[in-house]
């Protein structure tokens, strides 16, 4: 047999793959990273504090057939609590944003800071790459946990309960998870915009961390301080006008993206969420408490996730378009 | 003559109403090194992102080995290794890894990454420091592995930012001797910034002066001081035995020689300044005319003085526009 020709070694690949070689950087650099460990312990955490309560209280919820959702099991696991603390995704709509900030809060500045973006942007490497780097790693990462952490919950469910998980119940828990990781997207888009804008990462964490507090905390009670000043007293008001009034009140606080969420999630979880607005008498009148199917609980929150998604691709555009033509010297 | 590798054409760069860089044009041939000289601020930092295409110019071009830096900065950057001012590298990583990273990025073949990697380590004189996390590095080190970097790529252009800043004394050498011994072996270009003279002088074939986002002149330094003093590029200065008395009768006789352009004196000090080299003829004269003379100095300008007379202090900058 004759010996096979050497292998021609050649300098340079025809088109430096710098994105995947960018993005393997990133994706070490998390998860060697303190920060990461510590979010990802606040994470697991919470799933094992909610799963343990909503295991421990499942069994009357299960076996009750008032319950129009008692078909689902892994849902409730999600969603069911005895009060002492919040659902799972209730949670995590004041801790996913948090994961996003502390992720991605100095992905440029302290890259600047440190001198090695300079050196980087010397490289033949376009400057995207760089950006999307940093955005994807953090999002894959993100995304990683979140499906492990859903597994995890269907394989403790199925081998305490032995009870077959139902089709719809796993689109809706992958709609779950999908919306979670837009939501995250979403604060992880925002924090690296902040990142680009602001030269400190300190200035970048904290204003970052000020625009979550006031969106969870801080934006509802804005809202109905100045509603209430603003719009006349609901009692007063006949029925037709009270819609409009709440109508009103709900737009305003869909604005915060935290809103968006647990409206997304909560429809997707409880399939007998009909609407996530007021509804009638009229309009419930002849309903039959019974869950909705995927499609339309899919249907009722596509606005919510519509928004959230294009709420991150805003700031990530943002982001692209500050720093795409900036100045970079250190 | 083939085609410069760097070439500036007409480079201008505004911040708001602030000028940095105004109308610069230069060109660097290949296997030179060339300094650019200047004070803090000069604009030579911004004159280097322009040619990297890390900044945008406000007109004119940067043309680097063949390629217009603003548009094509992807194809420079393959060629050209650049070493900011500031270097800094990855604290966490190892010297080594931050230089396959680079490797990596320059799209360097596995399969040779390593050995390239170690290669460059040892010529900067790094072999043994290429497992150490680069936070532990002292300032020289990181230079020296900023040098590394900058080498592992291959390129055909180097360009330095102030590479001596903040080095000391002997590091400085060494450093500048390993620039000089790698663009003598590879022929690589060079181009370096610095506001530190000597250091210039110690390597730089040919030096820009810059000042106030203006080229003042470029040259070898015996053509510098040329370019810069004209005509009044050499002084010579005689010490007399005896003071001379005001007015001193040989002046006229003097100043209507052709050479001379001014002369000056006060007591036993005479100062010519003269278009050319003088010196002998002076000494004739004044042996000529039963003066004693004590000394007679001749006084070249290196770029020392240029550099005492505009960038140390701002009143050099106007005296020199008031004899311009």
């Known amino acids: 047999m004759k010996p096979k020709p050497a292998k021609v070694i050649t300098t340079r690949q025809p088109d430096a793959p710098a994105f995947s070689v960018m993005l393997g950087k990133e994706i070490t650099d998390h998860i060697r990273s303190w920060r990461f460990i510590v979010l990802l312990a606040l994470i697991v955490l919470t799933f094992i504090a909610a799963m343990y309560t909503s295991l421990s209280n499942i069994k009357p919820i299960a076996g009750n057939a008032q319950n129009p959702d008692q078909n689902f099991l892994y849902l409730k696991l999600l969603t069911v609590t005895d009060n002492t603390i919040p659902p799972f995704h209730i949670f995590l709509s004041f801790l996913a944003p948090l994961l996003g900030i502390g992720l991605g809060f100095d992905a440029i500045n302290s890259e600047k800071s440190n001198g090695t973006l300079i050196r980087l942007m010397a490289q033949p490497v376009y400057r995207d790459s760089l950006l999307l780097a940093k955005f994807s790693s953090a999002l894959l990462i993100i995304s990683s946990l979140f499906i492990v952490l859903t597994l995890l919950m269907i394989g403790t469910g199925l081998i305490l309960t032995g009870v077959r998980m139902e089709p719809d119940e796993l689109l809706r828990v992958t709609g779950f998870v999908f919306i979670t990781i837009t939501y995250v997207a979403f604060w992880l888009s925002l924090s690296m915009t902040l990142s680009i804008v602001l030269k400190q990462a300190a200035t970048s964490a904290i204003t970052g961390i000020g625009l979550w507090l006031f969106f969870t905390v801080f934006y509802q009670i804005v809202v109905n301080l100045i509603l209430r000043s603003l719009l006349p007293d609901p009692s007063q008001l006949t029925q037709e006008q009270a819609i409009r009034y709440n109508d009103v009140v709900l737009n305003i606080m869909r604005v915060s993206p935290n809103q968006l969420y647990t409206d997304a999630v909560t429809t997707l979880l409880m399939p007998s969420v009909r609407s996530l607005g007021p509804l009638t008498m009229e309009q419930m009148a002849g309903a039959i408490p019974s869950p909705l199917p995927f499609t339309q609980s899919l249907l009722l929150v596509w606005p919510q996730f519509s928004g959230l998604l294009a709420a991150m691709t805003c700031c990530f555009a943002l982001a692209y378009y500050l720093f795409m033509r900036r100045e970079i010297r250190t | ?324």
């Open chain 2, 1 to 324: 003559m083939e085609n410069p590798i760097i070439q500036l054409t007409g480079l201008t760069k505004h911040y708001g109403r602030h000028l940095a860089v105004d109308n610069l044009n230069l060109k660097v041939q290949k296997g030179e090194i060339f300094g650019l000289l200047g004070p803090n601020g000069a604009g030579k930092t911004t004159s280097i992102l322009m040619m990297l295409g890390l900044t945008e110019p406000t007109a004119g071009t940067a043309t680097v080995c063949g390629y217009n830096a603003t548009r094509d900065a992807i194809k420079v950057k393959k060629k050209v290794g650049y070493m900011p001012d500031s270097v800094g590298f990855y604290d966490h990583m190892t010297a080594l890894d931050n230089l396959l990273y680079i490797g990596r990025l320059n799209g360097l073949s596995e399969l040779q990454l390593k050995d390239k990697a170690l290669e460059v380590l040892d010529t900067v004189g790094l072999a043994d420091a290429g497992l150490k996390k680069t936070a532990t590095f002292s300032r020289g080190m990181k230079q020296r592995l900023g040098l590394a970097d900058v080498l592992i790529k291959d390129p055909e252009v180097i360009i330095l930012d102030e590479p001596t800043l903040g080095i000391d004394p002997q590091g400085v050498k060494d450093f500048l001797a390993l620039i000089r011994k790698l663009s003598r072996q590879k022929g690589l270009t060079v181009l370096l910034s610095s506001h530190h003279l000597h250091h210039v002088q110690q390597v730089c074939d040919r030096v820009g002066l810059f000042v106030e986002g203006r080229l003042l002149a470029e040259g070898n330094l015996e053509n510098l001081a040329e370019q810069l003093f004209g005509k009044q590029g050499f002084v010579t200065s005689i010490v007399l035995e005896n003071d001379l008395i005001r007015p001193w009768v040989h002046e006229p006789v003097l100043k209507a020689w052709d050479a001379i352009n001014d002369v000056s004196y006060h007591g036993n000090l005479v100062e010519f300044s003269c278009n050319r080299n003088i010196t002998p003829a002076l000494v004739r004269f004044f042996v000529e005319n039963d003066y004693s003379i004590l000394s007679v100095n001749q006084k070249n300008y290196g770029l020392d003085d240029i550099y005492q007379r505009y960038f140390e202090t701002e009143t050099g900058k106007s005296d020199y526009n008031k004899t311009a």
